[in-house]
Each structure stands twice: as structure tokens, then as C-alpha cells.
């Protein structure tokens, strides 16, 4: 079965072709393009959605013939596309788009939940899977600790109140005026000051690291940056170097507090699984120390981290989405709609 994946959720036109053998899970990836619109949303430290959905439309046929070239223009058997959550206007553009290809080559559509995508990521290359699963799903978009009991079974056990792990990422990097998307850039500057400190002299707050529930809040800790950058900024003291030092304190912070919730649902819920995903998993930081506490507290406990390509957004999670689903499609493809608030324990 070759599927045509779809996913244009936030500001990366994405395509991918998934080979996989009729009732087996052993996937090829015929083609797997990622179009970026960094450079657009860049001047404004964030995606701006009107001119993201512009950006799709113009991309997605591009990205389409560069997907099809690739993968040497196979028979298609079946087209997936993302229908939320995420960006209304970014999320209706991918899904007319591939009701347009449905219509024209008569194929089923597979609706997918992007959040699962995140989730699913991981089994790209075969992992095995062992449940029930913890998932920290930490994205631009969302931050939530789910239970996963199996494909499809999924309870969404706490998440963020306000802004998202990335989202704070992202805002620290706009006050600091270091560019857009924000989480590589300060792990970067970082990592830098690592290397030549032995520890931050700055001390930012780690918000809900103690309550017994499995929530978190970040957007305190931006507020807090907000407030120390602008003191700096006053007393002309925002040399470099502290630049990276409030970065290192920055992601310190939001690592702490999602491996602290992680861990404890971990150990509430006996997970045989701890899962990663979204673009902050990529967070090289997040991934190692989280793995140290796993070995060191739980070490039985299996941890599964998507390759780095595949915690950003991409088409492949889409695809393999639709492949645990297939039973889903449809040729109804007016039941095909977006729902920017769509939550994983709903039906597409
Ligand atoms: O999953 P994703 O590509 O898009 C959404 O679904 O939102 O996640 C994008 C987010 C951005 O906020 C970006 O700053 C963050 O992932 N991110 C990182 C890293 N790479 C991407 N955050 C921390 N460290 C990274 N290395
Ligand atoms: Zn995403």
C-alpha cells in the first residue's frame, strides 16, 4: 500500500510517500519533503496564519511534484491528510488540497490527529510497542502528558494551562531578540554557555514544578525573562554572554519541569513506555536528561525519542497515522473537515 501524506497543520508544507506491505509494518519511505516558511514568519517571531495558508497554497503543489519525483511516481493506493488541531485556515488549505487529488485519481482520504502523529513518529523505524505508554507531546502548539493504553487508545492525563513548551521557547527567543523558531537557537546559545560555565548564577522560576497534578504553565517564566532582560537592558548589563546564560536558565527550566511531570506519570501509571514527540523532543537537552532519569529511577521502562526530523513537523508521522487507521477512509470526503481544537481523545 503506498500512501500520500499530507500535513499543513502550522508553517511547513509537508508531503511524504509511505510504502508499506499489505498487512505488515515494514515501511519504506519513498519521499518525505518539508518546505519551510522560517524565513517568512521570522520578522514577526511567530506564524502569522493568513500568510501561512497563502505560503501552503502556493507550496503544496510544488511539493507535491518534488514528493511524486522522488519517490519515481508510484501508484498511489490512498491519501492522508492532518485535520487538526492546529492553524483553521493552514488546515483547510492541505485538506482541499487533497480532496482536489482524491477527486481526480478516485482514491479514499484517511483523516489524521496531528497530535497522534507526534506520537506515532516513533514507530517510523519498527520500535516495538509495549503499553500502557506515557507521551509527553511537546510542540509550538501543545504540551500535554497522555496515557496510551494502545493505537487509538489514549487519555490525555494533564497539559499546559497557557503557552506551550515551544511557544515559551519561541517568546524567550523574541524577547532576547534571537529570531525565529526559537528552541534550536537557544539550545544552541546554551550550549555555548555550558561549555564555558559550571553553572547559571540566574535563577528562573519553574512554575507548577510541585502540584500533584500532571499540568504545567509557561507563561510565567516568559514574563519572568521578560522583566530580567528588561532590568539588564537598563543597566546596560545584556552583554553576550549573559544572553546565554539566561538561555541555558531558560531551557533548564522548562526541561526540569517536563521531565518532573513526565516521571511522576510514569510511576502513577506503571508506564512499560516513555514516548516523546513534537518539536521540542528534538530539545537535545530534554531527550538526554530525561533518558538519565528513566535508567536511574525506572530503568525497566522502555524510552522511545523520534529521530530529530521526525519530531518537527513532517508528512511520514501523517502517513504512518493513517497506516494504524486505515479503516478510516473514506470516499465521503465532505466528513473530511478541519478542527483547529481537535483533542486525541475525540474521533477524527
Ligand atoms: O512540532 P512542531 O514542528 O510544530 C508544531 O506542531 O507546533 O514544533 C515546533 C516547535 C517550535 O516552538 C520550536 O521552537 C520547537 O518546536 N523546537 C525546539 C527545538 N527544535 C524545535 N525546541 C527546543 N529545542 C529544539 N532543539
Ligand atoms: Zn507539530
Redesign the pocket.
Known amino acids: 500500500m503506498n500512501i500520500l501524506a499530507i500535513e499543513t497543520?502550522?508553517?511547513?508544507t509537508c508531503i511524504a510517500i509511505l510504502k508499506s506491505k499489505i498487512n505488515g509494518e515494514n515501511f519504506g519511505i519513498l519521499s518525505n519533503i518539508v518546505s519551510s516558511q522560517v524565513k517568512i514568519h521570522a520578522k514577526y517571531g511567530g506564524v502569522f496564519p493568513s500568510l501561512a495558508k497563502r505560503e501552503h497554497q502556493k507550496n503544496l503543489p510544488v511539493v507535491l511534484r518534488k514528493a511524486l519525483k522522488m519517490a519515481e511516481n508510484p501508484k498511489i493506493d490512498v491519501i492522508t491528510v492532518t485535520v487538526g488541531p492546529?492553524l483553521e485556515p493552514c488546515l483547510w488549505t492541505g485538506i482541499n488540497f487533497a480532496k482536489e487529488l482524491a477527486e481526480k485519481m478516485n482514491l479514499p482520504i484517511i483523516p489524521v490527529n496531528?497530535i497522534e502523529a507526534?506520537i506515532l513518529a516513533n514507530f517510523i523505524g519498527g520500535n516495538p510497542r509495549i503499553f500502557p505508554a506515557i507521551c509527553l507531546v511537546?510542540?509550538?502548539?501543545?504540551t500535554q502528558l497522555i496515557l496510551m493504553k494502545g493505537i487509538g487508545k489514549y487519555r490525555i492525563l494533564g497539559e499546559t494551562r497557557d503557552d506551550?513548551?515551544?511557544?515559551c521557547?519561541?517568546k524567550v527567543?523574541r524577547i532576547l531578540g534571537l529570531g525565529?523558531?526559537?528552541?534550536?537557537i537557544?539550545?544552541a546559545k546554551a550550549a555555548e554557555f555550558r561549555i564555558s560555565n559550571a553553572g547559571s548564577g540566574i535563577k528562573l522560576p519553574r512554575p507548577m514544578l510541585n502540584t500533584k497534578d500532571y499540568d504545567f504553565s509557561f507563561s510565567g517564566l516568559k514574563t519572568a525573562v521578560l522583566y530580567l532582560v528588561k532590568n539588564l537592558k537598563s543597566e546596560k548589563k545584556l552583554t553576550k554572554k549573559k544572553v546565554q546564560e539566561i538561555c541555558f536558565e531558560s531551557?533548564q527550566s522548562i526541561v526540569d519541569v517536563l521531565i518532573r511531570k513526565t516521571m511522576k506519570a510514569a510511576k502513577d501509571f506503571r508506564a512499560k513506555t516513555v514516548i516523546l514527540g513534537?518539536?521540542?523532543a528534538?530539545?537535545?537537552e530534554?531527550k538526554g536528561q530525561l533518558k538519565q532519569k528513566i535508567e536511574k529511577e525506572i530503568p525497566r521502562t522502555k524510552y522511545l525519542v523520534p529521530g530529530?526530523e521526525y519530531?518537527?513537523?513532517n508528512a511520514v508521522m501523517t502517513a504512518i497515522t493513517a497506516f494504524f487507521h486505515s479503516t478510516r477512509k473514506t470516499k465521503n470526503w465532505k466528513k473530511v473537515i478541519a478542527n483547529a481544537n481537535l483533542r486525541i481523545d475525540e474521533n477524527v
Open positions: 497543520s502550522c508553517d511547513d492546529g496531528h507526534h511537546v510542540s509550538g502548539g501543545h506551550a513548551a515551544g511557544e521557547f519561541d527567543a525565529y523558531p526559537g528552541g534550536p537557544i539550545a531551557q513534537g518539536g521540542v528534538a530539545n537535545e530534554l530529530t519530531c518537527t513537523d
